[in-house]
């Protein structure tokens, strides 16, 4: 297993700048990481987190938005890249510093059903699909262009990356299969 404190970026360091309550957190995602690996989904030198310093430039363009503790972790462990987790969608660092602003426009240009209040967007597939939490649930949604109803894809970002992981393992192991994958309902 890869322990999470032998990382430099780890949530160790966000728990103790105040950026993540829950030391839970530190051993889920450290699990996560590990299985990651073993399914071939990433090496361990494909994972590259974020600093202390890039997770506090997301939060504090999050503004009032408390962003989940499993998402600080993940940008801490891995926000830069793990491999071919979310491979094809742009949620990796620096991505999130744009997608609030990108949201609004897309909002006002080409899809007025898409509400961006009390929301924070954090990564996007191809443009079209936006993957965002809301401050009045602790899901993951997705919105997709012309659909007018966003998703919930997940209950929370946890299982969002185990649905991701899980999906990108079966296309790792069976090559570009073109299948839907249940975890963001878009083809890989």
């Known amino acids: 297993m890869v322990p999470v404190s032998d990382s430099p970026k780890s949530i160790v360091s966000l728990l ?3 950026l993540a309550d829950d030391v839970t957190v530190r051993s889920e995602m450290s699990r996560f990481v590990h299985n990651l690996i073993e399914m071939g989904v990433t090496c361990s030198h494909q994972i590259s ?7 506090e430039e997301v939060v504090r363009y999050a503004g009032d938005f408390r962003l989940p503790d ?5 940008l801490s462990l891995m926000g830069h890249g793990a491999g071919q987790l979310f491979r094809g969608t742009s949620i990796y660092y620096p991505e999130p510093l744009e997608l609030n602003d ?12 898409l ?9 996007h597939h191809q443009g ?4 965002y939490f809301d401050s009045q649930h602790d899901g ?6 012309g659909e007018g109803q966003a998703r919930l894809i997940a209950v929370d970002f946890m299982r969002l990356l185990q649905q991701e992981a899980t999906c990108q393992a079966g296309a790792s ?7 839907e994958c249940e975890c963001a309902g878009t083809s890989r």
């Open 128 to 131: 079209y699909q936006l993957y």
């Open 70 to 74: 499993h998402y600080l972790a993940f």
């Open 140 to 145: 993951v949604f997705m919105h997709s262009e």
């Open 102 to 113: 990108y949201a609004r426009e897309f909002a006002e240009d080409d899809d007025p059903d």
């Open 173 to 179: 192991v069976t090559g570009y299969t073109g299948k």
């Open 16 to 18: 103790e700048a105040g």
């Open 49 to 55: 987190g974020c600093t202390v310093k890039e997770v």
């Open 115 to 123: 509400v961006t209040e009390g929301r924070f967007f954090f990564a």
